[in-house]
């Protein structure tokens, strides 16, 4: 009996082992002394009433009351660290690696890289690796963020947006023309010109785009050096994606119009052709659409169905959801996983054609393909072999690229949008300053006095527009603060694994410098549970630590009493204390910071300037004041309404076209 029951408890032993190491890690963590909000469940801890947080303000609340430095209940009551401190901040970014062999450093704790993973970064991409992987994978793909590079990828960005943009004209029902004459005989690139009749028979007279060249895209639907794959079997055993809310709908106030949904499709696109020469042509062409907006006689390509699949199979707030990250057994029982399965499938298939066919290109020493995965192949094959990434590591940087090219920008220019309608003045005073630079670029380039676009065919003046723009300063202050206050990604979070445990250095809540008088110092460190004053954290190996990037973004202490508004105009004189925040971007956390700072940032913020110069020069958004829109977070920050939950995610804005200023 005894060697019947041995086995059984041997294996009941190893399932619950990570159970048990974790209840005494807890009991004995440095973390029990500290301050913060009381523990209402013992199994759930605050986690159930932190899955709601961007819409309750919990964070700022608990600062307020317990300082930067506080505790919060996780799994079975297990202490973690939340900080809005800067300088603690600034420690554990800082010690994303190793700086010594041994030393143990501060990184994703696994069941968020397992999280990342499975949604489409794979659990080699840069996302997810950590240690010298990590430090090798952001070498290589460094020269495909340059500066320069993004410059030869801008055509694209340009492309999208005017499509979008006349696509909204066309939705939004507006029958004026500002890019040419109603009698303008010709239309390139895809929409109709006056006079053209439409796939309905009606002869179209909302406003188009002049022809558009692009060189290294030769106006072509399909370019042929842009890869597309056939259906294949995988393709047929993917199950249709959850219906999405309609994409327009007729209201008594006009044409309310999903800006997201439009907004994610062209950023699709643009990832898609510039990541890896990739045509996804999710984002219609006006001709496309029917009078409701529906597009005909198109489908999604095989590899934007895989990847709404996976992201439409969002997780819900579940306590299988928690078990999960401690028991990894119980993860094979997830939901949806035979679909996720299937549509991982057809982005490997897809992803190691598209591999296997830029690593052949770059064998050529003429290949002159500009899009990311091309750049990332050349510069694998110039590293030394023991330092090259592997197939599998190539694979999963496409997943990462999509999923952070794409779906954090079209959040980031929703929230946008929305903190603009929110902001009426603020959005004229916008356009006002993006017509001016339209006008003094038409008075030096003749051919834009009309609006015409066109003329980005000519890399040079493509350039001095985009350098116009890239120092437009209500522009930039309006995306600074956009990104300051809905930042894509909310919050992160790190594990210690310093051997011995760590001091993490802070200079307290308050800060050591007041936020609005720079001479006045206030007194560093926070209280602990007993009322002492510390000036370091003590957290042990496998502590867990939490980052709440949109709290420190938000902070009362570090930018004053209106911190939570949208307000532009305070980058015209930022409060001194925010200095401290060790941010790769304009003092927030938003992009984060160090190592792992986002590598993307720089084509993040330049695909962003180049679609509200199109969009909002030539159009006025606004929104139905009754409409209340709140955050749902699943890795990125989405927006849907609070009325309507079953619709899901969701940004409804009504739109018109506003006269061109004088050129």
Same mark, same amino acid.
């Given at each position: ?7 059984? !408890? ?19 963590s ?5 301050r =913060? ?7 759930? /801890? ?7 947080? $961007? ?16 505790t #919060?209940? =996780? !799994?079975?009551? =297990? ?9 603690a ?14 030393? /143990?450093? @501060? ?13 489409a ?10 240690g ?12 495909? !963020? ?7 990828? &801008? ?32 239309f390139?690139?895809?929409? #109709?010109? *006056? ?21 290294f ?18 393709? *047929?055993s ?13 209201t ?5 119009? +999903?800006?997201?949904? #439009? ?23 006006? $001709? ?13 390509s ?70 990311l ?22 694979? %999963? ?20 949008? #929305? ?13 006002? $300053? ?24 000519? +890399? ?13 300063? @209500? ?5 600074? $603060? ?9 919050? &992160? ?14 200079t ?17 460190g926070y ?58 971007? *304009? ?10 700072? %986002?590598? =993307? @940032?720089k ?9 509200? @110069? ?10 139905d ?11 990125v ?22 006269p061109?200023?004088?050129?």
């Open positions: 009996m005894f060697l019947i029951l041995l086995p059984i !408890f041997g294996l009941f032993l190893h399932l619950i082992w990570p159970f048990l190491t974790l209840l005494v890690r807890q009991h004995v440095p973390l029990r002394r500290l =913060g909000p009381p523990n209402p469940s013992f199994f759930l /801890g605050n986690l159930m009433e932190m899955h709601d947080q $961007e819409n309750t303000d919990l964070i700022a609340r608990w600062e307020k009351e317990y300082g930067s430095v506080f #919060y209940r =996780g !799994f079975v009551g =297990g202490c973690r660290l939340m900080i809005t401190d800067p300088v901040i600034a420690h554990i970014l800082a010690h994303a690696a190793e700086t010594r062999p041994g030393e /143990g450093a @501060y990184e994703k704790p696994d069941f968020v890289r397992d999280s990342l993973a499975t949604m970064a794979g659990h080699e991409g840069l996302v997810t690796v950590e010298e992987q990590h430090k090798r994978q952001r070498k290589i793909l460094t020269p495909a !963020f340059s500066s320069s590079h993004m410059k030869s990828l &801008t055509p694209i960005f340009w492309e999208k947006a005017i499509q979008l943009r006349d696509v909204f004209l066309f939705l939004s029902q507006d029958q004026t023309s500002f890019t040419s004459p109603p009698t303008s005989p010709t390139s690139s895809g929409t #109709y010109s *006056s006079g053209a009749a439409s796939p309905t028979g009606d002869t179209p007279d909302y406003p188009v785009s002049q022809p558009f060249h692009i060189p895209l030769r106006q072509r639907r399909v370019p042929k050096n842009i890869h597309t794959v056939p259906s294949s079997p995988v393709e *047929s993917l199950p249709t994606p959850p219906t999405s809310p309609p994409a327009i709908s007729q008594s106030r006009g044409m309310r119009i +999903d800006v997201l949904s #439009y907004l994610s499709r062209a950023t699709l696109d643009v990832i898609g052709l510039s990541g890896f020469g990739y045509n996804f042509d999710s984002l219609p062409h006006p $001709e496309e659409l029917d009078a409701s907006g529906k597009r005909e006689g198109k489908k999604d095989e590899l934007a169905k895989a990847f709404s699949v996976i992201f439409s199979s969002a997780r819900k707030f579940r306590a299988m959801t928690i078990l999960q990250v401690w028991f990894p057994f119980l993860r094979r029982f997830r939901r949806n996983s035979a679909t996720m399965d299937a549509a991982r499938a057809s982005m490997e298939k897809i992803g190691l054609q598209l591999i296997e066919e830029r690593t052949s290109k770059a064998a050529d020493k003429d290949d002159s393909s500009k899009d995965l091309s750049l990332l192949i050349r510069s694998n094959t110039a590293e030394q072999p023991s330092h090259r990434m592997t197939v599998q590591e190539i694979l %999963c940087q496409v997943g990462t690229f999509i999923a952070a090219g794409h779906e954090t920008t079209s959040n980031a220019l929703s929230w946008t949008l #929305y903190a603009l309608v929110q902001n009426p003045d603020k959005q004229r005073r916008l356009r006002e $300053e993006l017509q001016a630079v339209h006008a003094e670029f038409a008075s030096s380039f003749s051919q834009l006095a009309t609006g015409d676009l066109a003329v980005l065919n000519d +890399d040079a003046m493509r350039e001095t527009l985009e350098s116009a723009i890239s120092k437009a300063p @209500y522009l930039d202050a309006v995306i600074r $603060e956009a990104l300051r206050i809905h930042a894509p990604v909310t919050s &992160t979070m790190r594990v210690c694994l310093k051997e011995g445990g760590d001091e993490i250095p802070v307290g809540s308050w800060g050591t410098v007041d936020s609005s008088n720079e001479n006045k110092k206030s007194p560093g209280l602990d549970k007993n009322g002492v004053l510390r000036d370091t954290i003590r957290v042990n190996k496998w502590d867990i630590i939490t980052i709440p990037i949109q709290a420190v973004n938000k902070s009362v202490a570090l930018w004053g009493e209106d911190a939570a508004l949208f307000r532009p105009e305070r980058w015209e004189n930022v409060p001194p204390a925010v200095k401290s925040i060790s941010g790769i971007y *304009s003092n927030t956390l938003s992009f984060l910071g160090g190592s792992r700072s %986002c590598i =993307g @940032y084509f993040a913020l330049t695909e962003m300037k180049i679609f509200l @110069y199109v969009l909002l020069k030539d159009m006025e958004f606004f929104i004041p009754s409409m209340v829109i709140e955050k749902k977070v699943n890795v920050t989405r927006p849907f309404v609070k009325s309507e939950p079953q619709l899901g995610n969701q940004m409804p804005l009504y739109m018109r076209r506003v061109r200023g004088p050129s």
